[in-house]
């Protein structure tokens, strides 16, 4: 499931908070119709993976990286180390990069440095803005659950993009 926690729904049934807020909202079904759709996406890359899932880092992003006197550039913050897919763990990378300022250049920039060591995946750009909605879906929905604060400004941030999204390819 790409939502990490849920709440029991009027139908007696557990079902994310991402949902409730986005129907609570005015949004009516875009989060579960979202949901549902990059459901499909992740369950369609592991059905095929294009390689075995190994170790990924899950949140290599400039805030994850810094910079030693001795070794150059270090990765830190391994508490979202998980079992996955490359793709998946460089579309986390693509989205954070893509939300600063200059974002396509720092995205080509670290395409070109990746492909230095290893191939960059054979994955279609539906497919990484698919992975990104994904994790953007799980972290909006990780908020809710744990912010105390109102959140419509940020829920409402993350509705017109996943429009977009569900306007585009899947990527499958």
Known sequence: MVAARCWPGAGGGPRPVLAAAGAELGFGTLFTDALARAQLVVDALWQHPPHLPHLVHGDLAPQTVTVSPTDGLVLI?????????????????VAALRRAPNGDRLVDAF???????HPWPDAS????????????LHQLNLTLNIADDPLDDYVAGHAERVRGWLKGPTGM
Do not use: H, M, N, W
Request: no cysteine.
């Open 77 to 93: 913050d391994f508490q979202d180390t998980v079992r996955g897919l490359e793709i998946q763990d460089l579309a986390i990378t």
């Open 111 to 117: 395409r070109r440095g990746y492909a230095e060591r």
């Open 125 to 136: 750009p539906a497919l990484v803005d698919s992975l990104i909605i994904a994790r953007a």
